[in-house]
């Protein structure tokens, strides 16, 4: 249990430092950068695969669980704040749905879910 907190705080902590290196190369230039994008997205995403190869292939689950939960999640809270304030909480240029979410958010959301899974089992629950 041991090591498998050491690969989750090492995995934490490279996609928390890949999402402030995107930030750090596109926050001045105020728009949608494929490059960023993938920057974002490239470590956390084969942190993952390498994890449900070496560790579980459960995490690969909870990845794709995540993934739609999240999706679903930000899709019906901006619908909803939406329909009740009648204004939008975000905007989405690419790939959005019905301008409540985005496909491109969909990976994002499996990270998440792998990175708060991590800091669970890091506290201890």
Not at 62 to 88: D, I, N, P, T
Not at 95 to 121: E, M, Q
């Amino acid at each position: 249990m041991e090591q498998l907190t050491i690969i989750g705080f090492v995995f934490v902590i490279l996609s928390l430092a890949g999402f402030w290196l995107a930030y750090l190369y596109g926050h001045k230039t105020k728009r949608f950068l494929w490059s960023e994008y993938i920057a974002i997205i490239t470590f956390p995403l084969l942190f993952v695969i390498a994890l449900a190869y070496f560790v579980d292939i459960k995490i690969l689950f909870l990845f794709f669980v995540s993934s739609v939960a999240g999706f679903v999640l930000e899709y019906l809270l901006g619908f909803g704040y939406h329909k009740v304030f009648s204004q939008r909480l975000w905007t989405y240029g690419r790939f959005s749905v019905n301008g409540y979410t985005s496909l491109l958010c969909i990976p994002i959301w499996g990270i998440a879910g792998v990175i708060f899974w991590f800091l669970s089992k890091m506290v201890g629950l």
